[in-house]
């Protein structure tokens, strides 16, 4: 008698407690429906038996939504419809899929959410689904596209006058892409800063110094020729100088000095033999002419050369030397002319 007391008495406590428990869960259900009232999470109830969700996520403050991926310029997080969302929170994955003009707080609020205070949701937009990541500390790389300042590049130019600078190329401003590392802390921002730059789209400005001069210096010997289609062309020196050049003949070149062979000391010109002077056919080579001569295989420079004399015939120079050993040493040798304007 007494244990049947005992289950009817159970039996009434536990139909107490389920009708208890609809009234608190139909009291959620309007507290969530009623216009001003939102849950601050999600409220558990249970009987004993089962669990059951009632109530609704609180909305996430705009300064609590982080959004990459995103285009320039765009921050109001307003998800496009039908898109697949992918929810990560507290190690749970969660799908669900966007409504129209739907916004991140509301889309969470629709799948019963919570937000913790110090918790925040990135919305990452770049992928095909939609990523809702929501945790305290996020670390995330956002690449963005940042303007690019142009430089200025200093170079020589063989073609320019000695000490003259031109630009030669206009700077053009342009992009970069720059990768960031974000850091966010216990719910609030802790870092951004860079830590991969891409390569710069803008033109750089070219300012170029000459280096073309009339003359090479004494002793300089050539680098490199840089010749044309029409036969002229560049002598670019070992010194850095450059000289321009019209044309070019291939000759014998002989020396010559005074006092041998009645070798007087003034030329056809008039002026008096030095260093420099040569002799030339002036039916083959113009008197007057400016040359840089040196040797077919460049083991001898002998430099600037001015044609001011006479007693040769046919594609031959006389090199004027100072001693007579200098000319013996000399010969008689292939060489170059550059006919320098």
């Known amino acids: ?146 303007a690019a300042a142009y430089t200025t590049i200093y170079t020589t130019d063989y073609t320019i006058p000695k000490g003259e600078s031109r630009v030669t190329q206009a700077g053009q401003n342009g992009t970069r892409d720059v990768t960031y590392e974000v850091v966010y802390a216990d719910g609030a921002f802790a870092s951004r800063q860079a830590v991969a730059e891409g390569e710069s789209n803008a033109t750089p400005e070219i300012v170029s110094t000459g280096t073309l001069v009339s003359a090479a210096q004494d002793g300089d010997t050539i680098a490199e020729v840089i010749r044309n289609e029409d036969g002229s062309g560049y002598l670019i020196m070992k010194s850095g100088d450059s000289l321009h050049f019209s044309h070019t003949m291939d000759v014998k070149c002989t020396a010559y000095t005074t006092g041998c062979d009645s070798v007087g000391t003034i030329t056809y010109t008039g002026t008096t033999v030095h260093t420099g002077v040569v002799a ?44 007579y050993d200098e000319c013996i040493q000399f010969g008689r040798r292939s060489s170059i002319l550059y006919f320098i304007d």
């Open 1 to 146: 008698m007494i244990e049947n007391r005992q289950r009817k008495a159970h039996a009434w406590a536990k139909r107490l407690w389920q009708a208890a428990f609809v009234l608190m869960l139909i009291g959620s259900v309007l507290f969530e429906a009623m216009p001003e009232a939102t849950a601050n999470a999600l409220y558990l109830l249970s009987d004993g038996i089962s669990t059951v969700v009632a109530g609704g996520a609180e909305r996430v403050e705009a300064d609590r939504i982080l959004l990459t991926g995103a285009e320039d310029g765009e921050t109001d997080v307003i998800l496009e419809a039908d898109r697949k969302v992918t929810i990560l929170h507290d190690g749970a994955v969660h799908y669900a899929t966007s409504r129209e003009d739907e916004r991140v707080s509301d889309l969470l609020l629709r799948e019963g959410v919570s937000i913790a205070p110090l918790e925040m949701v990135r919305v990452d937009v770049s992928g095909e689904d939609i990523l809702l990541e929501i945790a305290s500390d996020f670390t995330y790389y956002e690449t963005v596209q940042e």
């Open 280 to 323: 030339v056919d002036k039916s083959v080579i113009p008197l007057g002419s400016t040359m840089f001569i040196t040797t077919a295989n460049g083991d001898f420079t002998y430099g600037m050369a001015h044609a001011e004399d006479t007693g040769v015939r046919g594609k031959v120079v006389d090199l004027f030397m100072n001693t």
